[in-house]
């Protein structure tokens, strides 16, 4: 059975240009669609209080710091865009049918959510490698996804993640959804 619908996680980071590589010769020997898909995290978004006077500061001070955030997320959507439209081109020109989009959502949701509505059949996320306090308390995108996603998860692990593999290469885990909420 090979995989003709596969789904990577990118962001502009070089762990993501491992999950891109890892997805695109998996795409191009399966002769499979590729969605490359981005999350903006929600924090990003900030919603405004409902009465701005209410905490005691003014609501001209509240517009012109909900005007800056919103600058500020519209260059961050176009920096995905960029980011996005250049590894769908690299696709394109293997010969890859490729995809992209961006979501405004938490990453693990997001991905989730995208793998189900596009019907993947494969999610490639990357891991980087995070243990311990730091795990619990900024969470772990990969692990949510092992557990949520509709479809098999193949994880890509950054190099200096794994305490076995001294090499820049990734090693590589695959897992199939957990029936179990």
Known sequence: MGFK?????IDDSPLSQLVF????DLAK????????????????VALSPAFPG??????RFISHAYQVEFVRLEQQI?????TLQRFYDLARREGVAATYQYKVTEPGQGLCEAAQQWQADLVMVGRRGRKGWTEVL???VSNYVLHHAPCPVLVIQS??????????QA????TAPTTAG
């Open 5 to 9: 619908r596969i789904l990577a996680a």
């Open 21 to 24: 590589e890892q997805a695109l």
């Open 29 to 44: 020997t399966n002769q499979a669609n590729l969605m490359l898909f981005h999350s903006i995290s929600a924090d990003t």
């Open 54 to 59: 209410e905490f005691g500061v003014s609501s």
């Open 78 to 82: 176009q920096e995905v865009q960029a």
């Open 138 to 140: 900024l969470g772990s």
């Open 159 to 168: 190099a200096g993640s794994s305490e076995r593999s001294a090499s820049p």
């Open 171 to 174: 090693s590589f885990k695959q």
